[in-house]
């Protein structure tokens, strides 16, 4: 994944927004791991251009997890049944 693929609403995989701290960071990690949906990881607390693409994305707020996918659609703070719902269509088969 290019640096540039990274900051953008169409990126080319799913992208996980979050940190290393968060407690729903930590859960929607859970939700991909059962699902078995790979993702690139960025970590807003050591990646200023990934800070400023949540803002952006956010509205100035800097939640996470904030995930991007690559039909451009995006979840922010999301429960698990909802990103479980959305990360089925994105499911890789073995």
């Known amino acids: 994944m290019s640096a540039t693929d990274r900051y953008t609403l169409h990126p080319s995989q799913i992208v996980f927004y979050g940190t290393s701290w968060c407690g729903d960071c930590r859960r929607a990690r859970q939700v991909f791991a059962q699902n078995q949906v790979p993702y690139v990881e960025i970590d ?51």
């Open 44 to 94: 807003i607390d050591s990646d200023p251009k990934g800070e400023a693409f949540v803002k952006q994305v956010n509205h100035g707020s800097r939640s996470v997890p904030t995930i991007v996918f690559p039909d451009g659609s995006t979840l922010t703070e999301p429960d698990n049944a909802t990103l479980a719902a959305h990360l089925r269509r994105f499911k890789v088969s073995a």
